[in-house]
T-cell receptor, first 113, second 113 residues
Framework: SQQGEEDPQALSIQEGENATMNCSYK?????LQWYRQNSGRGLVHLIL?????REKHSGRLRVTLDTSKKSSSLLITASRAADTASYFC?????????????FGTGTQLKVEL | NAGVTQTPKFQVLKTGQSMTLQCAQD?????MYWYRQDPGMGLRLIYY???????DKGEVPNGYNVSRLNKREFSLRLESAAPSQTSVYFC????????????FGPGTRLLVL
């Protein structure tokens, strides 16, 4: 079953613009993580936000978490062509689930010159 | 450090054939994972190993077996391949099994005819 669902499924922007993608999930979580996947490559971890955190920054990335709405957003500021990739959220359940992350279906971001 | 490595990169099998996908990590991580990625489905966990000597089923274990050979290596075996197992397979590792950041290999593309 898919815990996280990203929105939109695809996003196309111009270089220099900001890109926002959203993730919704269904059950209580311990943390939520965002990963990037370049075409034909493995996933790369971007940022982890814990359930008691509301916002986190890392370079041009800003992640927010609203546990009351069971949603998170990833903002990439001043986007570059190199940001073109698929972005996945992954949730770590609070109750049970052990060490298992559940990944969403991803947002495909295309940044055009 | 090579990180997480996977072999082979590509493989074509006929229905009913068997094969083993190899994964190794050089980061001294305790936990290792096998996922499959299908279009529109995100990543789904097949099996994981919280620590050397232990393995557990994930979301989609049917048709697969795993072996945690030692702390570094975690292999995935398809005993009798089926077309439904056509997918991209990713191995990942994490320091511990506490829902932390996972580090992914480059993937193995498998086509079952």
């Amino acid at each position: 079953s898919q815990q996280g669902e990203e929105d939109p499924q695809a996003l196309s922007i111009q270089e220099g613009e900001n890109a926002t993608m959203n993730c919704s999930y269904k059950t209580s979580i311990n943390n939520l993580q965002w990963y990037r996947q370049n075409s034909g490559r493995g996933l790369v971890h971007l940022i982890l936000i814990r359930s008691n955190e509301r916002e986190k920054h890392s370079g041009r990335l800003r992640v927010t978490l609203d546990t009351s709405k069971k949603s998170s957003s990833l903002l990439i500021t001043a986007s570059r062509a190199a940001d073109t990739a698929s972005y996945f959220c992954a949730t770590a359940p609070r109750e049970g689930g052990g060490n298992k992350l559940t990944f969403g279906t991803g947002t495909q971001l295309k940044v055009e010159l | 450090n090579a990180g997480v490595t996977q072999t082979p990169k590509f493989q074509v099998l006929k229905t009913g054939q068997s094969m083993t996908l190899q994964c190794a990590q050089d980061m001294n991580h305790n936990s290792m994972y096998w996922y499959r990625q299908d279009p529109g489905m995100g990543l789904r966990l097949i099996y994981y190993s919280a620590s050397e000597g232990t393995t557990d089923k994930g979301e989609v274990p049917n048709g697969y077996n795993v072996s945690r050979l030692n702390k570094r290596e975690f292999s995935l075996r398809l005993e009798s391949a089926a077309p439904s197992q056509t997918s991209v397979y990713f191995c990942a590792s994490s320091v511990t099994s506490r829902q932390e950041t996972q580090y992914f290999g480059p993937g193995t593309r498998l086509l079952v005819l």
